[in-house]
Nanobody
């Protein structure tokens, strides 16, 4: 079975940092694009960052460019999201997802989704 286990969320003050992890199993990790998405209360799901494990290309949402960094450890089947300079508007439930896209993409119709991890940034 495909499993995506997101972890690392928590509470942090504005300007702080967190690192999220997405541990994957049950599929050929190296062939998949892994994405991070977030959803705040009352808002639509938003693409944050993604990485193509086949070619290493990444893509970022405009609101996080320069502050967040996505990376992939193929030996551990884990994708990380380093989040720096956090803002209150980054508060959301963060999800990781996987799909066999041909390129890194932040479209939201990924096939496989993990459970979310809550990030709360206080002002």
């Amino acid at each position: 079975d495909v499993q995506l286990q997101a972890s690392g969320g928590g509470w942090v003050q504005a300007g702080g940092f967190l690192r999220l992890s997405c541990a994957a199993s049950g599929f050929s990790f190296g062939d998949y694009v892994i994405g991070w998405f977030r959803q705040a209360p009352g808002k639509e799901r938003e693409g944050v960052a993604c990485v193509s494990n086949s070619d290493g290309f990444t893509s970022y949402g405009d609101s996080v460019k320069g502050r967040f960094t996505i990376s992939s450890d193929r030996a551990k089947n884990t994708v990380y999201l380093q989040m720096n300079s956090l803002k209150p508007e980054d508060t959301a439930v963060y999800y990781c997802a996987a799909d066999l896209w041909r390129m890194a993409t932040l479209r939201t119709d990924y096939e496989y989704w993990g459970q979310g991890t809550l990030v709360t940034v206080s002002s």
